[in-house]
């Protein structure tokens, strides 16, 4: 059983940053693609970012290019968001994901959530203006 837990989360002003950590319990995290989602109140939950098995290939929607940074330590079972100059329009809970299914996910990252099998509770952030 894979179990991913989120930490980081909180309030941040407009313009700072935040650090978002996932850890994962069971399985084999260096296998798996991981992914950030994000689920503002009232909307659907969106990608942020996702990240293959060894951290080569990355993929940011366009809204948070050059403002945020996935990465992982598969020593640590872990992946991290990286939120810099963060806006309002970044609040939402944040989910941690992992792609389970296929070992290695073939090299790549997967963008849809129904690649992934695997899901965090999510942690809130919020942004003052």
């Known amino acids: 059983q894979v179990r991913l837990e989120e930490s980081g989360g909180g309030l941040v002003q407009a313009g700072g940053s935040l650090r978002l950590s996932c850890v994962v319990f069971?399985?084999?995290?260096?296998?798996?693609?991981m992914a950030w989602f994000r689920q503002a109140r009232g909307k659907e939950r969106d990608l942020v970012a996702a990240?293959?098995?060894?951290?080569?290939?990355?993929y940011y929607v366009e809204s948070v290019k050059d403002r945020f940074t996935v990465s992982r330590d598969n020593a640590k079972s872990m992946v991290f968001l990286q939120m810099n100059r963060v806006k309002p329009d970044d609040s939402a809970v944040y989910y941690c994901?992992?792609?389970?299914?296929?070992?290695?996910?073939?090299?790549?990252?997967?963008?849809?959530?129904?690649?992934?099998?695997?899901w965090g509770q999510g942690t809130q952030v919020t942004v003052s203006s």
């Open positions: 994901a992992a792609h389970t299914r296929t070992p290695g996910g073939n090299g790549d990252y997967f963008t849809n959530s129904d690649e992934y099998g695997a």
């Open positions: 069971g399985g084999f995290f260096s296998n798996y693609p």
């Open positions: 990240i293959n098995w060894n951290g080569g290939r990355t």
